[in-house]
């Protein structure tokens, strides 16, 4: 079984300042790693990945993620907040063997990015 | 825009009604997912299809069932509904039913049960 945890429900920035988002995962065999943003009244948007190689993954936005097998983590990233990027944070995880279709998300985080 | 629309976006009904949610999936992407998010909360999986058959099983009710057509849209099916039914339906889509794909995800219905 797989699984994903967001240890905090809220993570609060001045704008300007790096932000990071937590994430770690559970799998059996080797994972597929994303992270989602979703806005007020919007569905969820798709902002990186990690399949494999490079442990250091960018994506939209000016973020970033960095995988870290030995701490089964998947941090976001982003070197300076923008007030904009305050949102709902969704990690999600899907094992990498064949055959399995379920993809989890964590609770989510939500974060604010203070002027 | 994430190619996956899903109407209607706002539905209002009252208890122990049948609602239908509908989902096109993003051209050439066979796999279809739904999920319910309640208020501040995370996405519960609901169920999934891949080119027209169910593949997976979430926290779905008995009283809620999903088909997928030979077009690959997707049905959500809502009977009997209860005010805790009330919640942020989202259908996302996927190439494929495994490995390293995104899902993509439309802009949600809004279900409010009175």
């Known amino acids: 079984a797989q699984s994903v945890a967001q240890p905090e429900d809220q993570v609060n920035v001045a704008e300007g300042n790096p932000l990071t988002v937590k994430c770690t995962y559970s799998v059996s065999g080797n994972p597929y790693l994303f992270w989602y943003v979703q806005y007020p009244n919007r569905g969820l948007q798709f902002l990186l990945k990690y399949i494999t190689g490079d442990n250091l993954v960018k994506g939209s936005y000016g973020f970033e993620a960095e995988f870290n097998k030995s701490q089964t983590s998947f941090h976001l990233k982003k070197p300076s907040a923008l007030v904009s990027d305050s949102a709902l944070y969704f990690c999600a995880v899907r094992d990498i063997l064949v055959g399995n279709n379920d993809m989890r998300f964590g609770a989510g985080t939500r974060l604010t990015v203070k002027p | 825009d994430s190619g996956v629309t899903q109407t209607p976006k706002h539905l209002i009904t009252a208890t122990g009604q049948r609602v239908t949610l509908r989902c096109s999936p993003r051209?050439?992407?066979?796999?279809v997912y739904w999920y319910q998010q309640s208020l501040d909360q995370g996405l519960q999986f609901l169920i999934q299809y891949y080119n027209g058959e169910e593949r997976a099983k979430g926290n779905i009710l008995e009283r809620f069932s999903a088909q997928q057509f030979p077009d690959l849209h997707s049905e959500l099916n809502l009977s009997s509904l209860e005010l805790g039914d009330s919640a942020l339906y989202f259908c996302?889509?996927?190439?494929?039913?495994?490995?390293?794909?995104?899902?993509?995800f439309g802009p949600g219905t809004r279900l409010t049960v009175t």
């Open positions: 051209s050439g992407d066979l796999s």
């Open positions: 996302a889509s996927s190439p494929r039913m495994e490995g390293p794909y995104e899902q993509y």
